[in-house]
Structure formats: structure tokens, C-alpha cells
């Protein structure tokens, strides 16, 4: 069994095979799917698709591309969005200074909005860091020390220096299909590194889709062949790296239920 920890099933080159998609996944392993929104607009919808399937969960958040239009957001709406019962993170949130689409100062205060809430809630935050290594490392340590709060790098792809830092501080690793690039080389020697008890896997879907899909619109049970990918790079049997990376994430992800 697997779980595809981070994939956007409302987007289009996904939405519109939505149900074969989830059921392709089912038919080789894949029995669980979180379904991760990027602005206040696609709560609901990620939340409506979590309610009609019984293994996908909902995350409520605001994407740093989309900060600029969610500069007024309340610690109160996200927080009143997450007693949802099908919502069991916060995010994606984060920072992203390669394409600069948002403020980097609004950015940073969504950012520990989000941070607020999961400490208060327990939920973890899902973490998206592009350019930003020193910022989002900065910020992650003050908030820590204000109070600890659980949170993942997802499609991590940042410095193995960046890597021990955040694991330092208690995070989760989640490698999507990128780590089968053939030019991820850096990504794979640190791939080997993340302890096993801190490694999700994800597609993040309907982007990224790893080898041998190379070209395809990336779907939640291509989650399998980083999964395969990973355990050969690790040396790990894949049903050894699949029960360990399913375990954690329903210990990181606990309001998700089975």
C-alpha cells in the first residue's frame, strides 16, 4: 500500500479524469491521496472531493504564488476551514522567489499565518520553499522556538545542507517524481540520507511525472515508480519503503483516517 502524499486533483490535465485516475491508483497500491489546495477559492471543492471518496483528504491553504490576492486573509477563516473533518493539513504555503509572483514581505506573513494555525490545530504545514532557502529556514527556527508545530518540505528539491536543517528541527522530507530525473543527481545523494521515518512520497500531480512518464500529465498512482524509483536508490526492498512511508504518514497526517 501506498499514499500519494500531495497531489492537486482539481487541476486541469487531472480534474477531468478524476475518478479513473483515483481508480488506476487503487488498482496497484495506491490507497490513499491528499488533495492539496493553493488559494481560498479551491476549499470547498477539495474538501466536496474528499467527502465522495473515503481515502482522500483535504488541505486548506494559500500557495505563496497567490499571496498578493489573499494579503487580507484571517487567522479566523483558516482556522474555522479547518474543523472540516475531511481536512488534515494546512496548506501548500511557503515561499517561492524564483518566479517572485507575490510580495516576498506578504509571503512571509502568510506563511506564519499558516504556521499559527497548524501549532494551534496540530496540523501539519505543507511546505513549498523554491529560492528561498535562508527565509524559509529563518522563519521555521523562530517559529519553532515560539512553539513547536508539526510540517513537511514537500517535492523537496532544496540544498542537503537546507535537508539536515529542517530535519534538525523535527520536519518530514517528500520527494516527488523529480528525484528520477536523470539531472537530480544532487537530490539522489541526499535522498539516500533522509531517515526512514521521515520520508513521504508524492506525485504531485498532474506536474512532475517521474520516469518512465516523462511528458505525461502526472497522475496519483505514478506515485508507484518513485516509490520503486526510491527504494532502489536507498537499497531499501520497495514494500519495506512503502509500509514505512504509508506509516508516516498517518503519523504525521494523524486526523486522517484509514
Not at 497531489?7 to 492539496?36: K, M, P, S, T
Not at 523529480?178 to 539516500?192: E, G, R
Request: net charge negative.
Amino acid at each position: 500500500m501506498l499514499v500519494d502524499s500531495h497531489c492537486h486533483l482539481e487541476y486541469d490535465g487531472l480534474v477531468e479524469d478524476q475518478a479513473e485516475a483515483l481508480a488506476r491508483a487503487r488498482r496497484i497500491g495506491v490507497h490513499g491521496f491528499l488533495n492539496i489546495s493553493t488559494k481560498q477559492s479551491e476549499w470547498d471543492q477539495v474538501v466536496a472531493t474528499a467527502r465522495a471518496n473515503r481515502d482522500v483528504w483535504a488541505s486548506v491553504g494559500i500557495h505563496p504564488h497567490n499571496a498578493d490576492e489573499h494579503a487580507q486573509l484571517t487567522r479566523g477563516e483558516l482556522l474555522e476551514a479547518t474543523h472540516d473533518a475531511n481536512v488534515i493539513g494546512i496548506g501548500e504555503t511557503g515561499l517561492d522567489y524564483f518566479y517572485d509572483r507575490s510580495d516576498r514581505g506578504v509571503q512571509q506573513k502568510l506563511f506564519r499565518l499558516h504556521i499559527d494555525v497548524a501549532r494551534e490545530t496540530g496540523l501539519p504545514v505543507i511546505i513549498h520553499t523554491r529560492d528561498a532557502e535562508d527565509d524559509t529556514l529563518a522563519i521555521l527556527s523562530d517559529e519553532m522556538e515560539q512553539g513547536s508545530f508539526p510540517a513537511l518540505i514537500h517535492c523537496f528539491t532544496a540544498s542537503a545542507a537546507f535537508g539536515e536543517a529542517v530535519l534538525e528541527l523535527g520536519l518530514t522530507i517528500s520527494l516527488s517524481g523529480i528525484v528520477t530525473f536523470k539531472n537530480a543527481k544532487d537530490l539522489q545523494a541526499f535522498a539516500k540520507t533522509v531517515p526512514q521515518d521521515r520520508l513521504l512520497v508524492e506525485t504531485d500531480s498532474p506536474f512532475l511525472a517521474p520516469v518512465p512518464h516523462r511528458g505525461k500529465a502526472c497522475e496519483p498512482g505514478f506515485v508507484q515508480d518513485t516509490a520503486s524509483f526510491l527504494a532502489d536508490l536507498r537499497n531499501e526492498p520497495f514494500d519495506d519503503l512503502a509500509q514505512s512511508t504509508t506509516k508516516n504518514f498517518y503519523r504525521l497526517f494523524s486526523k486522517a483516517v484509514r
